[in-house]
């Protein structure tokens, strides 16, 4: 975003230093202070403030710019502070402000909108002021009441633009600036003469020298390409040296992946000038755009001519005038310094071949620039002998739509971690696998033709055909990074003469979207800790475009299928509900007039089945599990609605059936059942009773979730009309499927058990009786013999069930097929078959990464309360875990818990314990305002549950019904389902304590009952 002013008060700055200590990052293990025990009267000194404002988002993204909504979604997070006294907070009230310009806002001026006070706890809504025009700039922030009525002080603004949009409504004008005449899109689609040409390789730069008439504050861009690629302006990438930043590091590959024989998407830069900036100075200057066809050249999209590019510049100026300048017949095209190598198919994603001598050219700097620049009028020369051609005017009906998520940008650097000699050349080690970028200077004979291969096999040359090319210059020189085609692997191979090259000579990046992680893990129990990292990193290399894709390399397509697996990871670990929410518009758009959906998005390729075109109504359960997004429901709702229609036109006597024409795929393609299950082999064509009992029991329970989906949106005959629908589909494929002499559905397997459950077949002792075996034979020590669809379901149900404690036993265990065995050998990241065939870096089993927050801290929503309003906190204190820490961010604010365990005094009533020490186990959990946390703590015999009270414990019995504490129920029960394998191998193990908390800060103790402690202080009364 644009650097910019705002006056700051000291109370502001302590606001968002309190704010901090309750968002993103697990806090670390601590007993509450003191302060935080005492009631109104003991308070010495100002009054804590009640509570944090925390983090603003705009349609689900932090400032955004570029947006493409003009009635965007605001929401908030809001946390009390570690300095409240006060336990079970709850906002009561809201109030949005908005202003055109930080100066407005500061005044009190909210030209845009003020919602006034609003009763209620929402945390998200829908902008309320008029509509908002193309181009505009909104600043906004909130107030807050709390039940007691206090106010939250005012907090500094943040900011979001609208991007230029197609067309203006004609109630938009632009008042806040003074020229609203500017159309909103001027600018001509262009590209080089042959861009038409068949096969085309040939990556151009474009160019237009124009003149500032006064010196500019300000620039804003729009750029729509049919292909990937790179904004220039005077010889210097877009936020990598010119002017002052205005969005953190250059975006990558831009747009990302987009279906782009139908729509491409727009994104906005934005540069503010910073001090005495000469770039930005009035005279000549040079805008530059480098192009790639990248995946405009994917066969299914059959797009005729690419790259294409069509892109708007508009300059504020300091006398308060605003100059543009967009693409149009004036611009001149050259070829550049890179040509594609190899294809851009699955299997052959190939690269790019750089010619560093034209590479060093100074393509985008003016004339009177260059010469300055390399004090050489042979520069000039060179540079002049780039045959500038005229470019070629297209028009290929494309929708430019906002790009409505975080752009990619390079998030983590990679250093060289060793390099090997090879027989003719050699080969670079980089720690770990990734996807993205890799960046390499290198020495040689002059003009010679280096050959570069990215593998993720140490023994490989180049996997998957992802290799590149490097000709040195006349002096020996070159500098090689992949710019338009993305890598993933580990080791780079060299070939050629050159030079041995240094650690310092290379880098690497993993790029992916510019969103944080929103949770945090960590445990003493290394095997698990070093699983969760993979998983989530293994994700991080596979969001990189846009859209989940189900390996960066070999195939780089958005399964459907695949997703199901990176859904609660990708949902549940990482800020990316901007992204889950352009994907799933990306689906709608691929639907077909009759409701089907393709099995892969956006590049809609590869094999599949309903069960992969399901991820729709999938995508949109998890999203409003874990967000109560109702904006984002709604929007994906005539999707699924449409899809499960379109099945019905497939059923017969209530059973589905194959497609027999399918418009994607050929027809063996498109009737899978639960891919690469151990043993399996995934060529083999499926029409069986198995794969028609998977799609069958599949499609049954996405009907049953779209009914609770329609409840939630209040579609009330809908739902209706689901649930009935759901029981008949059940019923019959039931009668069909069941196998009354093998107790089974089909066959006595894994996978036929889950989708039993499920889909909700038979009646309820039956599936209890289902999964009573399928928990047997885990706790028996039986390995995992489920495919892609199978584990997700096992994961999915073992964790409903809390049963945490058998996926903990399968995430540990080494024989081959298991989790552990992925990591094997030097693998960082879970590959694509439990053999180890395929790919390296890919989706299949990224279900797993639910364990660590759901499974070990046992942090999971509840559907009759989404988005964490409710939610249960089932913590695995034993199982050898020792210790544990996380935390994850809510549409309330961040849950945090951990556990240690803390040596404590016995109480001094006599006796020969008295005095002496005890083990404990400390156990912290924050609980965010307006949300209620249910805990259960599982009790040894002679354990007991206390409550931290300053530095003593009291029974935390004392405090039930006290609001201040926020403890509004404690129940002492049975064995708790969780707590089964426990109670085998930890003897005395028998019961479990369910607390019923309010917000706040809490600290417990599981420990013997005569620990040290003291009557608990006097209610406050309040």
Same mark, same amino acid.
């Given at each position: 975003?644009?650097?910019?002013?705002?006056?700051?008060?000291?109370?502001?700055?302590?606001?968002?230093?309190?704010?901090?200590?309750?968002?993103?990052?697990?806090?670390?293990?601590?007993?509450?202070?003191?302060?935080?025990?005492?009631?109104?009267?003991? /308070?010495?000194?100002?009054?804590?403030?009640? /509570?944090?404002?925390?983090?603003?988002?705009?349609?689900?993204?932090?400032?955004?710019?570029?947006?493409?909504?003009?009635? &965007? !979604?605001?929401?908030?997070?809001?946390?009390?502070?570690?300095?409240?006294? +006060?336990?079970?907070?709850?906002?009561?009230?809201?109030?949005?402000?908005?202003?055109?310009?930080?100066?407005?806002?500061?005044?009190?001026? #909210?030209?845009?909108? %003020?919602? =006034?006070?609003?009763?209620?706890?929402?945390?998200?809504?829908?902008?309320?002021?008029?509509?908002?025009?193309?181009?505009?700039?909104?600043?906004?922030?909130?107030?807050?009441?709390?039940?007691?009525?206090?106010?939250?002080?005012?907090? &500094?603004?943040?900011?979001?633009?609208?991007?230029?949009?197609?067309?203006?409504?004609? %109630?938009?004008?632009?008042?806040?600036?003074?020229?609203?005449?500017?159309?909103?899109?001027?600018?001509?689609?262009?590209?080089?003469?042959?861009?038409?040409?068949?096969?085309?390789?040939?990556?151009?730069?474009?160019?237009?020298?124009?003149?500032?008439?006064?010196?500019?504050?300000?620039?804003?861009?729009?750029?729509?390409?049919?292909?990937?690629?790179?904004?220039?302006?005077?010889?210097?990438?877009?936020?990598?040296?010119?002017?002052?930043?205005?969005?953190?590091?250059? *975006?990558?590959?831009?747009?990302?992946?987009?279906? #782009?024989?139908?729509?491409?998407?727009?994104?906005?830069?934005?540069?503010?000038?910073? =001090?005495?900036?000469?770039?930005?100075?009035?005279?000549?200057?040079?805008?530059?755009?480098?192009?790639?066809?990248?995946?405009?050249?994917?066969?299914?999209?059959?797009?005729?001519?690419? &790259?294409?590019?069509?892109?708007?510049?508009?300059?504020?100026?300091?006398?308060?005038?605003?100059?543009?300048?967009?693409?149009? &017949?004036?611009?001149?095209?050259?070829? @550049?310094?890179?040509?594609? *190598?190899?294809?851009?198919?699955?299997?052959?994603?190939?690269?790019?071949?750089?010619?560093?001598?034209?590479?060093?050219?100074?393509?985008?700097?003016?004339?009177?620039?260059?010469?300055?620049?390399?004090?050489?009028?042979?520069?000039? *020369?060179?540079?002049?002998?780039?045959?500038?051609?005229?470019?070629?005017?297209?028009?290929?009906?494309?929708?430019?739509?906002?790009?409505?998520?975080?752009?990619?940008?390079?998030?983590?650097?990679?250093?060289?971690?060793?390099?090997?000699?090879?027989?003719?050349?050699?080969?670079?080690?980089?720690?770990?696998?990734?996807?993205?970028?890799?960046?390499?200077?290198?020495?040689?004979?002059?003009?010679?033709?280096?050959?570069?291969?990215?593998?993720?096999?140490?023994?490989?040359?180049?996997?998957?055909?992802?290799?590149?090319?490097?000709?040195?210059?006349?002096?020996?020189?070159?500098?090689?990074?992949?710019?338009?085609?993305?890598?993933?692997?580990?080791?780079?191979?060299?070939?050629?003469?050159?030079?041995?090259?240094?650690?310092?000579?290379?880098?690497?990046?993993?790029?992916?979207?510019?969103?944080?992680?929103?949770?945090?893990?960590?445990?003493?129990?290394?095997?698990?800790?070093?699983?969760?990292?993979?998983?989530? +990193?293994?994700?991080?290399?596979?969001?990189?475009?846009?859209?989940?894709? %189900?390996?960066?390399?070999?195939?780089?397509?958005?399964?459907?299928?695949?997703?199901?697996?990176?859904?609660?990871?990708? !949902?549940?670990?990482?800020?990316?509900?901007?992204?889950?929410?352009?994907?799933?518009?990306?689906?709608?758009?691929?639907?077909?007039?009759?409701?089907?959906?393709?099995?892969?998005?956006?590049?809609?390729?590869?094999?599949?089945?309903?069960?992969?075109?399901?991820?729709?109504?999938?995508?949109?359960?998890?999203? +409003?599990?874990?967000?109560?997004?109702?904006?984002?429901?709604?929007?994906?709702?005539?999707?699924?609605?449409?899809?499960?229609?379109?099945?019905?036109?497939?059923?017969?006597?209530?059973?589905?059936?194959?497609?027999?024409?399918?418009?994607?795929?050929?027809?063996?393609?498109?009737?899978? %059942?639960?891919?690469?299950?151990?043993?399996?082999?995934?060529?083999?064509?499926?029409?069986?009773?198995?794969?028609?009992?998977?799609?069958?029991?599949?499609?049954?329970?996405?009907?049953?979730?779209?009914?609770?989906?329609?409840?939630?949106?209040?579609?009330?005959?809908?739902?209706?009309?689901?649930?009935?629908?759901?029981?008949?589909?059940?019923?019959?494929?039931?009668?069909?499927?069941?196998?009354?002499?093998?107790?089974?559905?089909?066959?006595?397997?894994?996978?036929?058990?889950?989708?039993?459950?499920?889909?909700?077949?038979?009646?309820?002792?039956?599936?209890?009786?289902? /999964?009573?075996?399928?928990?047997?034979?885990?706790?028996?020590?039986?390995?995992?013999?489920?495919?892609?669809?199978?584990?997700?379901?096992?994961?999915?149900?073992?964790?409903?069930?809390?049963?945490?404690?058998?996926?903990?036993?399968?995430?540990?265990?080494?024989?081959?097929?298991?989790?552990?065995?992925?990591?094997?050998?030097?693998?960082?990241?879970?590959?694509?078959?439990?053999?180890?065939?395929?790919?390296?870096?890919?989706?299949?089993?990224?279900?797993?990464?639910?364990?660590?927050?759901?499974?070990?801290?046992?942090?999971?929503?509840?559907?009759?309360?989404?988005?964490?309003?409710?939610?249960? *906190?089932?913590?695995?204190?034993?199982?050898?875990?020792?210790?544990?820490?996380?935390?994850?961010?809510?549409?309330?604010?961040?849950?945090?818990?951990?556990?240690?365990?803390?040596?404590?005094?016995?109480?001094?009533?006599?006796?020969?314990?008295?005095?002496?020490?005890?083990?404990?186990?400390?156990?912290?959990?924050?609980?965010?305002?307006?949300?209620?946390?249910?805990?259960?703590?599982?009790?040894?015999?002679?354990?007991?549950?206390?409550?931290?009270?300053?530095?003593?414990?009291?029974?935390?019995?004392?405090?039930?019904?006290?609001?201040?504490?926020?403890?509004?129920?404690?129940?002492?029960?049975?064995?708790?389902?969780?707590?089964?394998?426990?109670?085998?191998?930890?003897?005395?193990?028998?019961?479990?304590?369910?607390?019923?908390? =309010? @917000?706040?800060?809490?600290?417990?103790?599981?420990?013997?009952?005569?620990?040290?402690?003291?009557?608990?202080?006097?209610?406050?009364?309040?």
């Amino acid at each position: 975003m644009a650097t910019r002013s705002t006056p700051l008060l000291p109370l502001l700055a302590l606001l968002l230093a309190l704010a901090s200590l309750q968002c993103g990052a697990a806090q670390e293990s601590r007993a509450l202070p003191a302060a935080a025990q005492r009631s109104d009267e003991e /308070f010495d000194g100002p009054r804590p403030l009640p /509570f944090a404002l925390c983090e603003l988002r705009c349609e689900r993204q932090r400032e955004p710019i570029g947006i493409g909504a003009r009635r &965007p !979604l605001l929401s908030w997070l809001a946390s009390t502070t570690s300095a409240d006294p +006060w336990r079970d907070r709850r906002i009561t009230a809201w109030r949005v402000v908005a202003a055109s310009t930080p100066e407005r806002f500061a005044a009190g001026d #909210f030209d845009r909108w %003020d919602s =006034g006070r609003v009763e209620g706890d929402a945390t998200a809504v829908r902008w309320g002021g008029a509509l908002l025009p193309s181009r505009s700039q909104v600043w906004w922030s909130v107030e807050l009441w709390n039940e007691r009525g206090e106010r939250s002080f005012g907090y &500094p603004p943040e900011r979001f633009t609208v991007g230029l949009l197609e067309a203006v409504a004609p %109630d938009a004008t632009d008042d806040a600036t003074p020229d609203a005449t500017i159309e909103a899109w001027s600018a001509r689609w262009i590209g080089a003469a042959d861009a038409a040409t068949p096969q085309r390789t040939v990556s151009p730069w474009l160019t237009l020298d124009f003149e500032l008439p006064a010196d500019a504050r300000r620039v804003r861009a729009w750029v729509a390409s049919l292909g990937s690629h790179q904004l220039w302006i005077d010889g210097a990438r877009w936020n990598e040296e010119w002017i002052a930043p205005g969005g953190g590091s250059p *975006v990558e590959f831009a747009p990302g992946m987009v279906d #782009f024989s139908q729509r491409t998407r727009v994104v906005e830069y934005e540069a503010e000038r910073a =001090g005495a900036t000469p770039q930005l100075d009035a005279g000549p200057h040079r805008l530059g755009l480098w192009l790639h066809s990248a995946f405009a050249r994917h066969a299914p999209f059959q797009v005729a001519a690419h &790259p294409l590019v069509r892109a708007q510049f508009e300059f504020e100026l300091v006398d308060g005038r605003r100059f543009t300048v967009a693409t149009g &017949p004036q611009w001149r095209a050259t070829p @550049s310094s890179i040509t594609a *190598v190899g294809g851009f198919e699955p299997g052959d994603y190939g690269g790019e071949r750089i010619d560093a001598a034209r590479d060093s050219l100074p393509w985008c700097l003016p004339q009177a620039s260059a010469r300055r620049a390399t004090g050489s009028r042979d520069a000039i *020369v060179d540079a002049s002998a780039l045959d500038w051609q005229p470019v070629a005017l297209f028009d290929p009906q494309l929708a430019t739509l906002a790009l409505d998520a975080p752009p990619d940008r390079r998030r983590e650097s990679l250093a060289v971690v060793a390099i090997e000699a090879l027989p003719e050349g050699w080969r670079i080690d980089f720690g770990k696998a990734f996807n993205g970028q890799v960046a390499i200077e290198l020495c040689g004979t002059p003009h010679a033709l280096v050959t570069l291969g990215l593998a993720e096999r140490r023994d490989e040359e180049a996997s998957w055909g992802q290799r590149g090319e490097l000709v040195l210059d006349g002096e020996g020189r070159g500098a090689f990074v992949n710019r338009f085609t993305p890598w993933a692997g580990r080791w780079l191979t060299l070939r050629g003469a050159i030079e041995a090259p240094e650690e310092d000579d290379a880098e690497a990046w993993l790029v992916r979207p510019d969103f944080e992680a929103n949770s945090s893990f960590a445990c003493s129990d290394a095997a698990l800790q070093r699983l969760d990292e993979a998983a989530a +990193w293994t994700w991080e290399c596979l969001v990189l475009g846009g859209a989940p894709q %189900d390996c960066p390399h070999r195939e780089r397509l958005g399964y459907g299928g695949d997703a199901h697996a990176t859904l609660a990871l990708g !949902l549940g670990r990482f800020d990316s509900a901007a992204l889950y929410a352009r994907w799933m518009d990306d689906w709608a758009a691929l639907q077909a007039a009759d409701g089907d959906l393709p099995f892969s998005c956006p590049t809609y390729a590869g094999g599949g089945g309903p069960a992969w075109s399901g991820l729709v109504v999938q995508l949109a359960w998890e999203q +409003w599990l874990r967000t109560a997004d109702r904006d984002a429901l709604e929007h994906a709702w005539p999707t699924l609605a449409r899809w499960l229609a379109h099945l019905e036109t497939r059923t017969r006597d209530g059973l589905l059936q194959p497609d027999p024409a399918p418009k994607w795929v050929l027809a063996e393609l498109a009737w899978l %059942d639960d891919w690469l299950a151990p043993g399996s082999d995934p060529r083999a064509s499926r029409f069986d009773d198995k794969s028609a009992f998977f799609q069958n029991a599949y499609r049954v329970g996405c009907v049953r979730r779209a009914a609770e989906l329609a409840r939630a949106l209040q579609r009330d005959d809908e739902a209706a009309a689901l649930a009935r629908r759901g029981d008949e589909l059940a019923a019959a494929v039931h009668a069909r499927f069941w196998n009354e002499a093998r107790g089974a559905w089909v066959t006595r397997s894994t996978v036929n058990a889950l989708l039993g459950l499920f889909a909700e077949l038979g009646d309820a002792p039956l599936r209890e009786a289902q /999964f009573a075996k399928l928990a047997a034979r885990f706790e028996g020590g039986a390995r995992i013999d489920t495919g892609l669809h199978g584990t997700w379901l096992l994961v999915r149900e073992l964790l409903a069930r809390d049963r945490a404690d058998l996926l903990v036993a399968l995430a540990r265990q080494e024989e081959v097929p298991s989790f552990q065995g992925l990591l094997a050998g030097d693998a960082t990241t879970l590959g694509e078959t439990w053999e180890g065939r395929f790919s390296r870096i890919h989706a299949c089993w990224l279900s797993i990464g639910a364990l660590a927050t759901e499974g070990v801290l046992g942090v999971r929503p509840r559907l009759a309360t989404p988005g964490y309003r409710e939610f249960d *906190v089932v913590p695995l204190l034993d199982h050898g875990i020792e210790e544990a820490r996380g935390s994850i961010t809510t549409p309330h604010g961040a849950i945090a818990l951990s556990w240690e365990a803390r040596e404590a005094r016995r109480e001094a009533t006599g006796g020969a314990a008295a005095g002496a020490t005890a083990t404990a186990q400390m156990v912290h959990l924050d609980v965010p305002i307006g949300a209620t946390a249910h805990l259960v703590i599982p009790l040894r015999d002679g354990d007991e549950l206390q409550l931290v009270d300053g530095k003593f414990v009291v029974p935390i019995e004392t405090r039930v019904g006290d609001r201040g504490y926020g403890i509004r129920r404690v129940v002492q029960r049975p064995r708790h389902p969780a707590f089964k394998v426990a109670d085998r191998k930890v003897a005395g193990q028998l019961h479990h304590v369910a607390v019923e908390l =309010g @917000s706040g800060h809490y600290d417990f103790v599981r420990g013997p009952p005569e620990l040290e402690r003291r009557p608990p202080p006097a209610k406050s009364g309040r």
